[in-house]
């Protein structure tokens, strides 16, 4: 069974920085698709940030110019470096792996373009 395992999520106030990462097998690290999502309770969960198995990063509005992913393979992680965080950003923080590149084909932040999810980590920010 494919583990994905999120840390580093905290509670700051605004303005301050956190740095989430994924653990996940290898392979998945290497070869997928893969991206961080966020759910806000009574939300629907949305896509943040997503990087191709090659290293090209994309970005929602939200994350743009704050966040940055990046992933490393001789790690074995996926990484966000959240910025300049604002209230709005509270959520539970999750990794997700594309299995099959439907995030390219169908969409980069449709969850159900994800194969595999981690637990999530929750990331709490006060004003």
């Known amino acids: 069974q494919v583990q994905l395992v999120e840390s580093g999520g905290g509670s700051v106030q605004a303005g301050g920085s956190l740095r989430l990462s994924c653990a996940a097998p290898a392979d998945i690290v290497s070869y997928y698709h893969m991206a961080w999502f966020r759910q806000a309770p009574g939300n629907e969960r949305e896509g943040v940030a997503r990087?191709?198995?090659?290293?090209?990063?994309s970005y929602a509005d939200s994350a743009k110019g704050r966040f940055t992913i990046s992933k490393d393979n001789a790690k074995n992680t996926l990484n966000l470096q959240m910025n300049d965080l604002k209230p709005e950003d509270t959520a539970m923080y999750y990794c997700a792996a594309d299995r099959f590149t439907r995030s390219s084909r169908y969409g980069p932040f449709l969850p159900a373009n994800y194969h595999y999810w981690g637990q999530g980590t929750q990331v709490t920010v006060s004003s």
């Open positions: 990087i191709t198995s090659g290293g090209t990063p």
